[in-house]
Structures are given as C-alpha cells and as structure tokens.
C-alpha cells in the first residue's frame, strides 16, 4: 500500500517551464509549501528565447548545457494558440503583441510570465539556480519518511545550499539535451556541424552549401529558412516518401535538394549518401531531435534513462517504488502540452495531500510491464515509449484526479492544424481553412467558451 502522506508536504519543483509552472500552481491550490528551482533568470523553460549557444560543443554532449533554450529566432508555434493554454488561463490574443493563430515564440513566453503572475507563483521561484543533486534520504522502504535532499547552486555568487524536501516534482524538459546519429566519420569532419540546439539564425550559413539532417518539423522549418540564405542545403531523409508540402517547397526552391541518409563523412568535407549521391559541404545541422536527461537525479537505480525510456514510470508521471514522493511532470510527447501538464499537476498534488492513492507497487509495475510489451508488440521502438499521440488516453488520465477531458473544439484544431501542415508547409500558419464546417463549429464553441474563463477569471 502507498503510505499515507501528511496534509501539507513541502515540495521541490525542479523548473520553471510550463511543466513545471502550473504543477507549482496546483500544488499551492492544494495547500502544499513549493519551492521551485529554475536554472534562469526568467520563467518560460524552453521558451525563454536566448541568443547565445553552447560554443564549447556544438553537438550537445557536454552535460550539463549551459544553454537550456532550443528554440531559434524565427520559430512559430506548430499549433494554435486557441488549443494551447491552460483550463482556466485561456491564450488570448492581445492588443499590441503578436495577435497571429500561429504566433512566434516570444508569444507564448509572455502567456507564461503572465499566468505566472496572475497565480502568484513568482514569490515560489528561486532564479538563477541550477540543481546539480537530488537524492534519497532513507529508503523506499521506509515508507512516509523518506525524503529527499537537493544540493543547488546559486549562479551569480555560487553559493551551495542543501535542503532536504518531503517530495520532489522534476519539470525540467525534454527538448534541450542533442539526440545524436552515428554516422560514420563525425570525428574526423572537419568542417562545421552543430545541432538543432545551437541554430538560431540563418546568417552564418549565407552562400555555404549545408547539408540538415532529418526532416521532421525543425528540420522542415530550418532547411526552409536556410534555403534563403545558403548557396544549397540538401536535407538527408531516412526516406524519399516526404509529405505533400515539403514535396511543394523542395519544387520551388531551385537550391533544396533531397537525399536519403547519410553514408558517411570523410575528411576533404565531402558527404556521401546510401543512394550513392554525394555533395562537398561547409556545414551539417543535426535536426535528429533531443534525448530526456536527468543527469542530476540519483535514484539508487530505481529510475533510469533507457535509450529515451524513462522508467519505470506509472502513467509517464510515477516511479512505482519511490511514489508519489518523487513525480514527473512533462515526460510525454505528441500530446496537446498545456492541459495534460496541468492534469499531472493536479494528480500529483492531490495524492501528496491524501485525497486520492496511488495502486500498490506492484499493481503499477505490472502496469508498466504491460504498457512496455503493447509497445513491442505495436513494433514501437524504446525510443518512443512517451510518445503518445492518442487523445482519448490524455481523458482516461484526467479520469485519475478528476480533470476535465479535452473539448472537442480543441481536438478539431489540433488534427486540422497537423493535416494543414503536411500538405501547406509554406503556409498553413498564415492560411487556415475557414470553409470547413468542422472548423467552424470548433471556432464558435472556443470562442463562447474562452469568453466564460476570461470573463471568470476578470471577475
């Protein structure tokens, strides 16, 4: 049985991202004492855009980055911003800021400062202070006394504090730390090649020929962006059949080309492909995508990073042995962010204060293993285990601390935006179809229902 936790637990909530804000709100609603820990000066986790990059490694494999931000200069959001937003903080457009559907980065770091404000959640968060320990006092064994003490460092004056907390929330992110290819010769190419992670602007890569690796989204966004600037970029697919509109944008542009994968790199700069194809470049950009990394985190063995497998983990959120006194908020992937964020957040602090429990040990772990072997059997790879892409699963989770499934306006978008996006690279964050009934009826239901929260929360 999961032992009782006490009324008020003191909790340490390790980043100040989205993850991490509105688990810090649901924690103080429920009465509990938080502390976050966050690394900057600011709120916003990935979305506190900085200019600066990891020059030290390019590739990403210093740990820990000193850079956390991935996001670079031009960078819109994928979906729009009436689907993201949390339940009771609607994204709204306002007067004098970036008013697009698909509006820039700094857009949504603003949101995210303001729902931090208008919560009261600053006065939680210590910036500029970056975790380097955190790790059990006792044993899981030990039920409701077990504790845990995080060893953190001040930035600007370097000053060590220890303190020993009764739960720990990790919120720190998955999109900074590099997931690299092997590909053979990377250590003896010359010439210049960074990661995704360290690309900001175009500029620096003007007139040179750059091969980008990997045509998912930021690949598709940079390769795109470079095309204006560079004197070629052929993008290295793992396969030849791409979407419809990056199939388009490759047509326009006499200067993009398309290549399977690479073969290997040799030292005169030359990269050469499997189909045999080969082209003399300046610079590679891997947009091959990030690993989870918790390089801070020393659970005696009892969570660990597995080839981008986080486990075992609960439902994503909950190591089975040292639950709910250690909890993950942020680990899925390919969800709709903001109101799963906040459901775990909830869940969390609702157990923490005993109102609801968790299965026994066991009882999770059996679940888990279940989990893992639908994975294997669906020939899904370990590397996405947290890959979701499943609405009806981010409902039954919300079921767990009563959180409202997501409303179909929501869900409408969410797909209509995803199928815009494969066929209109180019412009479907400038170009939404207003002719779909579908759409209609999704805008209408937002927009009365956007009107209620703001209205409540003005009141």
Excluded at 135 to 144: F, H, T
Excluded at 427 to 451: C, K, P
Aim: aromatic residues 10%; contains cysteine.
């Amino acid at each position: 049985m999961i032992p009782e936790i006490k009324q008020s637990t003191y909790v340490c909530v390790i980043g100040a991202g989205p993850s991490g804000l509105v688990a810090a709100r649901e924690l103080k609603k429920e009465g509990h004492a938080v502390v976050v820990l966050e690394q900057n000066h600011d709120v916003g986790g990935q979305w506190l855009y900085d200019p600066r990059v990891d020059e030290e490694d390019a590739l990403g494999r210093v740990t820990p980055l000193k850079v956390h931000s991935s996001v670079y200069a031009s960078l819109r959001l994928i979906s729009p911003r009436e689907t993201m937003g949390f339940s009771d903080f609607p994204f709204l457009t306002r007067k004098g800021s970036d008013m697009r559907r698909f509006p820039g980065h700094r857009e949504l770091f603003l949101y995210l400062r303001e729902f931090c404000q208008w919560f009261g959640l600053r006065e939680l968060i210590r910036f500029n202070t970056r975790v380097d320990y955190v790790g059990m006092v006792g044993s899981a064994e030990s039920g409701d006394k077990m504790k845990w003490i995080v060893r953190s460092k001040e930035k600007k004056c370097g000053k060590v504090m220890e303190e020993i907390f009764d739960a720990v929330v990790v919120a720190t992110g998955h999109y900074s730390q590099p997931r690299m290819p092997n590909i053979k010769g990377m250590d003896v190419w010359t010439r210049k090649q960074i990661h995704s992670h360290v690309y900001r602007v175009p500029e620096p890569h003007r007139d040179e020929v750059v091969v980008v690796v990997g045509s998912s989204l930021s690949g598709q966004d940079i390769s795109l962006e470079l095309a204006t600037v560079a004197k070629e970029v052929h993008i290295s697919s793992k396969s030849l059949e791409i979407t419809e509109g990056l199939s388009k944008v490759i047509s326009k542009y006499q200067n993009l080309h398309l290549h399977l994968q690479i073969e290997s790199l040799c030292e005169d700069g030359q990269v050469l492909f499997v189909d045999g194809s080969s082209v003399i470049a300046d610079s590679i950009i891997y947009c091959t995508g990030y690993s989870y990394s918790l390089p801070f985190l020393d659970t005696k063995g009892m969570v660990v990073v597995d080839d981008d497998r986080v486990g075992p983990l609960y439902e994503h959120t909950f190591p089975p042995l040292l639950a709910p006194s250690l909890s993950f908020v942020g680990i899925p992937r390919k969800i709709i962010g903001f109101p799963f964020f906040e459901s775990q957040g909830k869940w969390i602090a609702q157990l923490l204060s005993g109102k609801r429990t968790l299965p026994s040990p066991d009882d999770m772990m059996k679940a888990i293993e279940e989990f893992y072997q639908s994975r294997e059997i669906a020939a899904i790879p370990k590397h996405r285990t947290h890959d979701i892409a499943n609405f009806e699963y981010t409902d039954m989770y919300g079921d767990n601390c009563g959180f409202p499934h997501l409303e179909e306006w929501r869900k409408i978008l969410c797909i209509s935006a995803v199928r815009n996006g494969i066929t209109n690279l180019e412009t479907y964050r400038d170009q939404w179809d207003y002719d779909n009934e579908l759409l209609q009826v999704a805008y209408q239901s937002h927009h009365f229902t956007q009107l209620d929260k703001a209205n409540g929360a003005a009141l």
